[in-house]
């Protein structure tokens, strides 16, 4: 039966859930509607969408090999309606056209850290489990690990890389007691590099801190390791060209840079002229491609957070696609405008 739940389910709760399902309720009305989850983990936002839209065709892209068979397993009951492919989120054109697919009308990314890295401790995504510095989201690809990052950077690439993905003031400090430290052994586990960052905070500091004073450095390695900025721009990059008129696209951050990115590039999308002030006359040509849905992101409400404690940090924005780009660019330049 459809919407049949496994023990390993309970573990994942999708995130904005109802504010999603919202936001995508115009494929509920529509026959043969092909939605992207660029990030389908264990399946919990596409189940949830399959449901409501009986007549939708689903596409889940995943770069964990583990999450992907345990959605597969999940949405099993809606049978040739799901295709399910590995790879990372950016590379989502490859997939629609593996697939067979043009456009589509809907497409989703949640760009946060799932629950089953979190909770399996040997993924070395926690901070409270001595588990090896791994943190790569697909456990079996390249690039370089956690651990690789910490003990092969230098002082100054680490301080930079804490204090601009991790947004941490003691940014300086940490790194450099990260190179004390490695210069008498290698840091090979979640557990040391734990007790270094948080031996580097000012004791007042770690008196007075709400979290973990280690979860910021942990924050920084984990979106380096997986180039989550740049997963995300090139996703954004690309995306509006694949989508459909009336089509829409929702993303849930929950990093402050992720959710600056989202904002900055859908303000773009719907802007009208980007003629420079002092041209009298349009001649780009440019008209809004979009009509983001919400002035501002939305967030979990409090009936959700008692639930989901982790939902706390998640903001979801979404625009639906009113117009095709046409760059006008390059006849500008030969105009002499």
């Keep these: 039966m459809a919407g049949a ?4 389910d309970f573990r994942h709760i999708p995130v904005l859930l109802r504010e999603t399902l919202e936001d995508f309720s115009p494929l509920s009305r529509k026959d043969g509607a092909r939605f992207l989850d660029g990030t389908l983990g ?6 949830a969408m399959l449901e409501a839209c009986p007549g939708l065709e689903l596409l889940g892209l995943d770069r964990d090999t583990e999450a992907l068979g345990m959605a597969r397993e999940r949405l099993a009951p809606f049978g040739d309606r799901v295709h399910a492919v590995h790879c990372r989120f950016s590379q989502f054109e490859e997939a629609l056209d593996q697939t067979g697919w043009d456009r589509i009308d ?11 890295q979190l909770d399996e401790d040997a993924r070395g995504f926690s901070l409270y489990a001595d588990a090896p510095l791994d943190m790569r989201m697909d456990k079996n690809g390249a690039g370089p690990t956690a651990r690789d990052i910490v003990n092969g950077r230098d002082m100054g ?18 790194a450099k007691a990260i190179c004390e430290a490695r210069a008498k052994a290698p840091i090979e586990t979640t557990g040391q590099l734990a007790e270094i960052v948080s031996a580097s905070y000012p004791a007042d500091w770690r008196a007075k801190a709400r979290r973990h004073p280690a979860t910021r450095t942990f924050q920084a390695l984990r979106m380096a390791v997986n180039d989550e900025l740049g997963e995300l721009a090139g996703f954004l990059d690309a995306i509006l060209s694949r989508l459909n008129i009336g089509g829409r696209v929702a993303v849930l951050t929950f990093h402050s840079l ?16 980007i003629c420079p002030k002092y041209v009298k006359a349009c001649t780009c040509g440019h008209v809004p491609e979009v009509r983001v849905l919400h002035k501002k992101p939305l967030t979990a409400q409090p009936d959700e957070l ?3 404690p982790r939902a706390s940090s998640a903001k979801l924005r979404c625009a639906e696609k009113i117009a095709e780009h046409v760059d006008r660019r390059a006849e500008c330049r030969e105009a002499g405008l």
Excluded at 5 to 8: F, I, L, N, Q, R
Excluded at 157 to 174: H, K, T, Y
């Design 157 to 174: 690439a680490l301080r930079d890389l804490i204090a601009s993905l991790g947004e941490d003031p003691m940014a300086g400090r940490i």
């Design 258 to 273: 992720e959710d600056r990115m989202v904002k900055q590039r859908m303000r773009q999308w719907a802007e009208g002229c």
């Design 106 to 116: 809907g497409a989703l990314i949640d760009i946060g850290v799932s629950s089953l």
């Design 42 to 47: 264990l399946g919990g936002h596409a189940k």
């Design 5 to 8: 739940e496994t023990v390993k």
């Design 306 to 308: 008692a639930r989901n």
